[in-house]
Structure formats: structure tokens, C-alpha cells
């Protein structure tokens, strides 16, 4: 079985755990999307903001490299933390489009929930999250990073909706 795990900054621990869990043997894949909004913006603010100025100066350019050093650094925790050797993959770019056409060939998809922790419901999945989950060519395995809510949290049906 090949399985894609989807490491992001909140929630990779539950993801890495429900992988090792669930998928022990074949292939395993760590992927973690770089966002490239924030460096996009500090370029921009240099180049608009700031004037021309010397490229060497560009604070962009910075925070694309601690992007980058910070994906390679949570990678690495994140194959310590599977306890077996994975193949690593960092991309960049919107991380919901990069996520859904890295796992076109796998056989599952393990990512979390990473809205609303304190409900059960839609509203516990946050944007990028749920495009994936919508849009995903292969079965997903959509973890809590926490305990699960109770049922509790579940809302009480529309007044309008009929009661058999």
C-alpha cells in the first residue's frame, strides 16, 4: 500500500501516528506544502514599498530559505516520529492544489482536521483541508489531531426538518 501522509505545522503528529498505525508496510510518503503567500508578499513589499533596492536586501528571499529549512526540519520529526525510513517530498505553492495533485497515484491520503477542534461537524475541517478532501483521487483518512469531540457537539436538527 502506498500512502501519502500530509504534514502540516498543527497537526502532523496525528497524521504520522495514524499512518504507523494504520499503513506499517509499503510505501510511505511525507509531503508538506510550503505556502508561498507570505515570501510573495515580502517581495512585493520590497519591490512597491521599499523602492528598488538591492536584491541581496529582499526580505522575500529570506523567508523563502527559513520556509524552506523549516519544512526540511519538520520533515525529518515527522520520519523520526513514523519510526521507519519515508521518502520526503516539500513543495511549494497553494498547498490544497500541490496536495491533490501529489496523491493522483497512491492508495490513501492521511491528513487531519484542522478547523473547529471543539465540534463535531463540517466546520472542523478548515478550507485547504476540505478542497483536499473534496477533491482527492484516492481514499482519505481524515484524523482528529486531538481527542474527538463528544456527540454532544452535534447540533440539534433544523425546527423545520421532520422527525420520523
Known amino acids: 500500500m502506498s500512502v501519502i501522509v500530509w504534514i502540516t505545522e498543527s497537526t502532523w503528529p496525528a497524521c504520522v501516528d495514524a499512518a504507523r498505525e494504520r499503513a506499517a508496510d509499503g510505501d510511505c510518503v511525507l509531503l508538506h506544502v510550503t505556502d508561498d503567500a507570505v515570501p510573495e508578499a515580502a517581495h512585493g513589499a520590497f519591490a512597491g514599498l521599499l523602492g ?26 515527522a520520519e523520526r516520529r513514523l519510526g521507519r525510513p519515508a521518502r520526503r517530498l516539500a513543495l511549494h505553492g497553494r498547498p490544497e492544489q500541490q496536495v491533490v495533485r501529489a496523491v493522483a497515484g497512491p492508495d490513501l491520503l492521511v491528513c487531519a482536521r484542522d478547523g473547529d477542534r471543539t465540534r463535531l461537524g463540517p466546520r472542523s ?35 423545520h426538518h421532520p422527525r420520523p
Open 52 to 77: 528598488r533596492g538591492r536584491a541581496e536586501r529582499d526580505p522575500g528571499n529570506r523567508l523563502e530559505g527559513l520556509s524552506w529549512a523549516a519544512a526540511d526540519d519538520l520533515l525529518a520529526e
Open 125 to 159: 475541517l478548515g478550507p485547504a483541508t476540505r478542497f483536499v478532501v473534496d477533491h482527492a483521487p484516492c481514499p482519505v483518512l481524515l484524523v482528529w489531531p486531538d481527542a474527538a469531540p463528544g456527540l454532544d457537539s452535534l447540533p440539534p436538527p433544523p425546527p
